[in-house]
């Protein structure tokens, strides 16, 4: 059974840093594309960051310069670091899994970061 577990979330002030982190089970986890999508309220869910298998990492122009996206291949875990974190990026925070062009494709159960003063 594959899951995918987020933490981490959480109410933080404009300004300020989370680490996201996601642990899988029941994949290989390193031959895995790992994305953080995020969904806000009444908006579609967007992908916010990615890092391949090979370590190769893109973002969502609005969180350049202040996330980044690792992982850890002997944890089974992708994080997200998130700094001078903005009103703006409140939503709920998904984890996923793709591979073979989402032939494999597996979500977690997403965590809520509130950004707010």
């Known amino acids: 059974q594959v899951r995918l577990v987020e933490s981490g979330g959480g109410l933080v002030q404009p300004g300020g840093s989370l680490r996201l982190p996601c642990t899988a089970s029941?994949?290989?986890?390193?031959?895995?594309?790992m994305d953080w999508y995020r969904q806000a309220p009444g908006k579609q869910r967007v992908m916010v960051a990615r890092?391949?298998?090979?370590?190769?990492?893109n973002y969502v122009d609005s969180v350049k310069g202040r996330f980044i996206i690792s992982r850890d291949n002997a944890k089974n875990t992708v994080y997200l670091q998130m700094n001078s974190l903005k009103p703006e990026d409140t939503a709920v925070y998904y984890c996923?899994?793709?591979?073979?062009?989402?032939?494999?494709?597996?979500w977690g159960q997403g965590t809520q970061v509130t950004v707010s003063s």
């Open positions: 890092i391949t298998s090979g370590g190769s990492t």
């Open positions: 029941g994949i290989i986890f390193s031959i895995y594309a």
């Open positions: 996923n899994a793709h591979r073979d062009y989402r032939s494999f494709d597996y």
